[in-house]
Every structure is written in structure tokens, then in C-alpha cells.
């Protein structure tokens, strides 16, 4: 038999159940909104500076010589040619991140002055401190370079599907400016800025040749490079673009999957190599807590420490040019 205190137990659970949902549904829906205007929001002030950043390129290209800007982008090379500051700084801007080469190397001073004091202090040894101090000094540039290889991923996903949408509206009547534009405007970044940069400098009057030369110099990715090289072709030989569009962003879509292919038959060499290469240090670490008096014996040997630490740089060299490669 059902008594009362059944139901007004069964009740309060319902009670609590129900108010603990829709509050959750009320803080779900809040945080949504939040999460919504902010990203408009952001979208607003990466188009602001994206066309802050196609007028200085256009007056930039306005002030330079056409035939010498021409010249430039066909040239293979154009690294070879750049001082180390402005290769810095193409990779911040490849990397989306507002920061110069004096910041930088500010950076990696600040952490290895502070690593290296850390070191001292615990070892009393200024040759481990200089030690410790030379490699973690290079953390700010290998942080560039991983957003820089994250966001070119991005950019290579994001561009078979925004090739499609190109062509969608080519057949809809458009031109391909317009077409930069609703790109811009359609996607997330990064490639959505970097099609609204290649529009705002066209919108100010850069011509549509230079704009996409641009977009081939900064990014630098082959898929890039290969679709303005077809709309520069196409420019002179004419066709059609729609039909081209499509086939290049198939072309693009296979290259992507062979990666992916690629990364998954290698993956248990990259995991080979992270393990081989973690396990001196956890070992140590490890005879640190069994036998410290043993391990502390391998710091009078600073020459052995150099040796292995040559040797793994050596072997994790290797172990990349096996698994990396290009096709």
C-alpha cells in the first residue's frame, strides 16, 4: 500500500528533479547566448582588423613597384631572402598571434633567466644552469610554431568545402570577389579572415591578381598556392570555373584523406618515438626515488648527460624524417 510518506518523497524527487533541470536549461540557454554574442563579437573585430591589415597591404603594394611585388611572389625563394625578424613575423601572422619578434625573444630570455635561476639555485651549478637555460629558451618559438602548424591543418580542412561553396555561387550568378565575401562570412576562421582579407584588399582597390598572390605568400600551403595558380590561369585562358572549382576542391579532399591516411599508418612510429625518447627521463626519475645517492651520481658527469641528450636529438631527428614526408 502506498502511504503518504511515499508520495511526498516520490514528489520532492520529482520536485528537485524537475527544478534542477530547468535551471540547468535556464543556465544552458544563458551561457548559449553568451557564447553566441561573443562570437559575433569576434567575427565583428577580426573583420575590423582584417580590413585594417588590407589597407596597410594595399598601400604597402601601392607604394612598392608592381613589377618588383610581381617578381617577388613568383620567386620560390622568398624565405632565403627575409632576415630572421621578418621570418618571426610571418610565422605570428601564419600563427594568428599579435605578437612581434622582440616579444619573442623577450619571452625567451624572461623563461630562461628564470629557469636558469630556478637550476642554480637548487644545484649550486652554474654549467647545469646554462644547460637547462639554452633549451627552454626556444619554448616561445616551438609555441609559434605549433599554433602555426595547428591553424595551416585548419586551413587545408576548411578549404575543399569552401572551394564548393565558391562554386555554388559562381553558378548563382556572382563574381568571384563576391564569392571571397560570403566565404569570409559563411565559415569560422581562420579561413573566413583570410578570405575577407583577400576581399577588403580587392574591395580597396588592389587588383585581384596581387590579392590572391598575397594569399598564396602568407599562408603558404601547396593547396593554397595550387588554387590561385588555376584562378590566375583561368584568368588568362578562361573556361570554366565552376567545373575547375569542383574538381580542385576533390583534388584537395583526397590529398587531405591520403594525410590522414598517412598520419595513421605512421602513428605508431610517431608513438615509438615518444616513448623512446620519455623513457631515459622516467627511468631517472625513477631511480631518483629509489636509489637517489645513485642517480645523483650521474650529475658529476656532465659530459655524459651532453652525450645522450645529442644522441636522442639525433635519433628524434631521424625518427621524423621517416615518418614525415611529402607527396
Not at 502506498?2 to 535551471?23: P, R
Not at 613568383?74 to 594568428?96: K, V
Request: net charge positive.
Amino acid at each position: 500500500m502506498i502511504t503518504t510518506n511515499t508520495i511526498l518523497t516520490g514528489l520532492t524527487f520529482l520536485a528537485v528533479f524537475f527544478g534542477v533541470f530547468g535551471f540547468n536549461l535556464l543556465v544552458s540557454d544563458v551561457l548559449e547566448r553568451s557564447r553566441k554574442r561573443r562570437l559575433k563579437e569576434l567575427e565583428s573585430e577580426m573583420l575590423a582588423r582584417q580590413k585594417v591589415r588590407a589597407r596597410d597591404t594595399v598601400q604597402a603594394f601601392n607604394s612598392a613597384s608592381l613589377g618588383k611585388l610581381v617578381q617577388e611572389a613568383e620567386m620560390d625563394q622568398l624565405n632565403e631572402r627575409q632576415t630572421m625578424a621578418e621570418r618571426l613575423e610571418a610565422m605570428c601572422d601564419r600563427a594568428d598571434l599579435h605578437c612581434s619578434p622582440v616579444i619573442l625573444f623577450a619571452s625567451g630570455a624572461a623563461i630562461s633567466a628564470t629557469g636558469a635561476a630556478v637550476v642554480y639555485i637548487l644545484t649550486r651549478n652554474v654549467a647545469y644552469a646554462v644547460g637547462i637555460a639554452i633549451p627552454i629558451s626556444m619554448l616561445p618559438f616551438l609555441y609559434v610554431a605549433y599554433r602555426q602548424h595547428k591553424r595551416t591543418e585548419m586551413l587545408r580542412s576548411q578549404l575543399p568545402d569552401s572551394l564548393e561553396l565558391m562554386s555554388r555561387v559562381l553558378r548563382a550568378g556572382q563574381t568571384i570577389t563576391q564569392a571571397m565575401k560570403v566565404i569570409s562570412t559563411e565559415f569560422h576562421a581562420p579561413i573566413a579572415s583570410e578570405f575577407a582579407l583577400c576581399y577588403e584588399q580587392q574591395n580597396l582597390g588592389l587588383s585581384a591578381e596581387m590579392a590572391l598572390r598575397d594569399l598564396s605568400r602568407r599562408t603558404r600551403i601547396l593547396e593554397i598556392q595550387i588554387f590561385v595558380m588555376a584562378l590566375m590561369v583561368h584568368r588568362q585562358t578562361g573556361g570554366n570555373l565552376t567545373e575547375l572549382l569542383d574538381r580542385l576542391a576533390d583534388l584537395i579532399r583526397k590529398r587531405y584523406r591520403m594525410r590522414g591516411k598517412i598520419r595513421s599508418l605512421t602513428a605508431e612510429g610517431r608513438l615509438q618515438a615518444v616513448i623512446l625518447l620519455a623513457l631515459p627521463v622516467f627511468m631517472y626519475i625513477l631511480l631518483l626515488v629509489i636509489s637517489r645517492e645513485y642517480a645523483l651520481e650521474l650529475l658529476n658527469h656532465p659530459g655524459l648527460i651532453a652525450g645522450a641528450l645529442v644522441m636522442m636529438g639525433l635519433g628524434a631527428l631521424w625518427i621524423r624524417k621517416i615518418v614525415n614526408f611529402d607527396f
